[in-house]
């Protein structure tokens, strides 16, 4: 039980195009998601909570223009990525919460902006 | 920065050997976790440890908790060559509320035949 998936694995675009990563709690409602980033033998940097039905809340640093975050079930949460650059190039990581104490991650999904 | 420090960065021993990673954090804690992340993958969650738990038990793996030293160490024992990747140490704050994790800096460690 508790999987969390991502959609797509990997993904490769253009600058200054828009690319959606989809996470997925698959046999659980969650009521918080968190989107994570993680650059090369780094560790993970919190981007943004958000509760369903909410507006998310964003880490200091993060543009919420930038980075659009949408929760429109307790199933599902996208982060877009507008006007990426390749400097947006990163693993990002999602994960859910169903309460307080665990979140379950999602596999990552790796964006490559060329 | 209210990211969490862990030592060594990286740790190369052999199989069969034991290693040990200590973690630090920041903030009064409700628990903390660790986390095994192999490269390029998502998460895999190892073991939790609440603020009143000293020590834990899971398989090889043993943990250790000083909520007055704000420190945490993780301990593989008998390792294996499967047992290579990065090892993610989180706390979560103590809060009331649901709330997010921190992450440490990480430990990679390598475990060769």
């Known amino acids: 039980g508790a999987v969390v998936s991502q959609h797509p694995s990997w993904v490769i675009c253009k600058s200054g195009t828009s690319v959606k990563i989809e996470c997925r709690s698959l046999d659980f409602q969650a009521t918080t998601m968190f989107w994570y980033r993680q650059f090369p033998k780094q560790s993970l940097m919190l981007m943004a909570t958000?509760?369903?039905?909410?507006?998310?809340?964003?880490e200091q640093g993060v543009e919420k223009d930038k980075f659009l975050i949408n929760h429109a079930s307790l199933t599902l949460s996208t982060l877009t990525v507008t006007s990426a650059h390749p400097e947006d190039s990163s693993f990002y990581i999602c994960?859910?919460?169903?309460?307080?104490?665990?979140?379950?991650f999602g596999p990552g999904t790796r964006l490559t902006v060329t | 920065s209210q990211q969490g420090e862990e030592d060594p960065q990286a740790l190369s021993i052999q199989e069969g050997e034991n290693a040990t990673m200590n973690c630090s954090y920041k903030t009064s804690i409700n628990n903390l976790q660790w986390y095994r992340q192999n490269s390029g993958r998502g998460l895999v969650h190892l073991i939790l440890?609440?603020?009143?738990?000293r020590e834990k038990h899971s398989g090889r793996l043993r943990v250790t908790l000083d909520t007055s030293k704000k420190s945490s160490s993780l301990l593989i024992t008998a390792s294996r060559a499967a047992d290579t990747a990065s090892y993610f140490c989180a706390s979560l704050p103590d809060t009331g509320t649901a709330s997010k994790l921190t992450f440490g800096t990480g430990t990679r460690l390598q475990v060769t035949l």
């Open positions: 958000s509760n369903e039905g909410s507006k998310a809340t964003y």
């Open positions: 440890i609440r603020s009143n738990e």
């Open positions: 994960s859910a919460s169903m309460g307080y104490d665990e979140q379950y």
